[in-house]
């Protein structure tokens, strides 16, 4: 299956850029890790190190600050330990024990990374994304941080729709799942911390405009179709089915295995041609502003399709 994702999907057409501290960065959000305590048994800590958040932020954020760098590394795997809970070690398979986790963290985003406010309860977990959205604060964009706040709300959220799915064994349909899937994924979250590294980036009135708008989902899709076809061979097959936009295909169309992948790679090929023309089209009278969002939307579907080339995760 993985071989079948590397010759069937189209390579973005934007050039590949890597952050130069990237070894640094490893190491420091490592530590990072384990000091807060977010893994602890030596297989989940293998399964981290193998994920390699590091390589995809240096390659999402190429131009980032230092700082910049550490608090997207740090972001990504605070995400991967989560999705590792609820899809590997049971957390997500029951709503009723979902639920009090997203509480929990439900709380600390409530704070918007208070500096005065105590360590929150609720385990490793909420300290470290207490720290994360503390350390957001700190960037003094206001617009942001807000906007970070509330794209971990959605993903807290929509953890439990995978649960409940899992619980009744269900496979969404397509449409439900592609929007759900921008939530899921982490990637606005991810795609915001990027834009912290950018001071010129489009204030919350440009961010609204439809076109920019419609290519930041573009943009979401992407990424999340490009994880869903180089995971699905390591999720195929498991009990209750996996959330997976060739999943998904299978049980709405009634198409086989090997039908369903060439239809998830065309819609991602189709919507990465699509993308490639819209980002043309605001690129011919964009400001300094607009070019910022441009390049970092553009950096991520890149590095997004490197990386899952060569992670381990996948394997």
Same mark, same amino acid.
């Given at each position: ?83 590792? *809970? +609820? ?5 997500? #398979? =029951? &709503?009723?024990?979902? %639920?009090?986790? !997203?509480? @929990? ?58 649960a409940a799915n899992r619980e009744h064994r269900r496979v969404p ?26 001071? *010129? +980036? ?5 961010? #609204? =405009? &439809?076109?920019?708008? %419609?290519?930041? !989902?573009? @943009?979401?899709?992407l990424v999340c179709w490009c994880n869903d076809l180089f995971s ?38 189709a919507a990465l041609a699509a993308y490639a023309e819209r980002d ?34 996948? *394997?």
């Amino acid at each position: 299956m993985r071989g079948f994702a590397l010759s069937a999907l189209h390579e973005p057409p934007f050039p590949a850029r890597r952050h130069p501290a990237v070894e640094r960065v490893t190491a420091e959000s490592a530590g990072w890790v384990r000091d807060l305590g977010l893994v602890r048994d030596p297989a989940g800590r293998r399964r981290l190190a193998g994920a390699h958040a590091a390589e995809l932020a240096g390659r999402a954020g190429p131009e980032a600050s230092p700082a910049g760098l550490r608090l997207l590394t740090d972001l990504i795997n605070w995400l991967f330990v989560v999705d590792d *809970a +609820c899809d590997d070690d049971g957390l997500g #398979a =029951d &709503p009723t024990r979902l %639920a009090p986790t !997203v509480a @929990a963290l439900l709380s600390v985003l409530d704070r918007h990374g208070d500096p005065a406010a105590p360590v929150p309860a609720g385990g490793p977990l909420a300290v470290a994304l207490d720290d994360l959205c503390r350390r957001a604060r700190d960037a003094q964009r206001p617009a942001l941080l807000l906007r970070l706040v509330g794209q971990l709300r959605e993903y807290l959220l929509a953890l439990l729709w995978e649960a409940a799915n899992r619980e009744h064994r269900r496979v969404p349909g397509v449409a439900e799942y592609v929007q759900m899937r921008r939530h899921t994924g982490g990637v606005r979250p991810g795609f915001t911390v990027t834009d912290l590294a950018h001071p *010129a +980036c489009p204030g919350p009135a440009r961010r #609204a =405009d &439809p076109a920019l708008a %419609a290519l930041d !989902v573009l @943009a979401a899709d992407l990424v999340c179709w490009c994880n869903d076809l180089f995971s699905y061979g390591k999720e195929r097959g498991v009990a209750p089915p996996a959330h997976n936009l060739v999943t998904t295909i299978a049980g709405e169309t009634g198409q086989d295995e090997a039908a369903a992948l060439r239809e998830a790679a065309a819609r991602f090929n189709a919507a990465l041609a699509a993308y490639a023309e819209r980002d043309a089209a605001l690129t011919v009278t964009a400001d300094d502003g607009v070019r910022a969002f441009l390049a970092t939307r553009r950096d991520w579907i890149r590095a997004t399709y490197d990386w899952s080339r060569a992670a381990t995760r996948y *394997a």
